[in-house]
């Protein structure tokens, strides 16, 4: 018998071997400020108290042993991974919510104080982003995550299984091998110690529900797990991949003039200059590579102040009248 072609969305470290789902991510960006708000108790979630009381009795069941228990982060990690709060989701998918988790980890630890261990970040946070994934397979608004949340906690979901669980649990010798089977320990290769092929490019037959749930649900509209404005450090959904910067807008002058006044009175001013009105000209003069048009001159006469200025005349080489020559009138001085 050769070995059984396993997907990768079935592997435990599927996002270790580039696997991807935006359709889930996406999911768990959206809600990933919401999360971080449960884990430092700006919201209030019940699986917070549930954690809590967990952990009370781990340490109950220490202390019993050892009175002068002083428990170890190694001590802390291995209580907190016994949390009986089990989402039934592919293990593939559920591998997605580590990059989250660590930037979870991140951004609580600039707080300015610790408020929360890493251990809880880790479990809780898990937890939190595997009801997320759940609801995607539900296909139910966020709305409905405190549902969810009771549904799991109450046991009333559980995951059917996939052909190539089913041929797994068939090599492993179980007698039962529907999709619903009720078996010891789910469909593992590397608990049951079976080789299978890993096969990126094998997914999972679409058509039937990978959950079920057992009647009757009563569904209700309550905060959820989404919303919020801190987002995680590097996953980006599509909808924000897809954006493309676009052309920065030109500035527009500040004394009003529009750019086309502009260029038709530059073309005008090379072609026929003296059909330009005064109006077109100042709007020229404001731009230093367009020859400023001549200052208008004032006719002599129609100044008191001035006396009447005399005017020489050179004879032309063909003895035609001379021509009045600019800047040789003689003016004279006015005494006070």
Known sequence: MGLIRWPLRLHEDAADYNYVNDEIQTALYEAYSSVHDILTRRMQHPIMELFSKHMVQQRKKRTTDNPHYDPTNNNLLEDASKFPFLVPILPGDSSLAIDFISSLKYHIAQLPATIIDDCAIIIIGQALFNLVILRTY????????LDI???VNNR?????????EQALAACFGEEDTSI?????????????GIKVEIDSELSIPGGSPLVVIQQPVIWTERPGLTGGV????????????SLIPGPRPTP?????????????????IKTTPAKISPKRKRAVDRFGDVEMPATKRKDPASNPLAST??????????????????????????KF
Do not use: C, M
């Open 156 to 164: 009333q979901v559980s995951r059917t299984w996939t052909n190539h």
């Open 309 to 334: 200025a005399s005017v020489e005349e050179d004879a032309g080489p063909s003895g035609t009248p001379a021509k009045l020559r600019r800047g040789t009138r003689k003016r004279t001085a006015l």
């Open 252 to 268: 527009k002058p500040a004394y009003g003039t529009k750019a086309s006044d502009v260029t038709n009175a530059v073309s005008l």
């Open 138 to 145: 539900l296909s139910r608004p966020a709305e409905n995550d």
């Open 149 to 151: 949340f009771e549904l």
């Open 180 to 192: 619903d089977a009720q078996f010891h320990t789910k469909p593992s290769p590397t608990l049951w």
């Open 230 to 241: 801190l987002k995680p450090r590097r996953y980006r959904p599509p909808y924000l991949r």
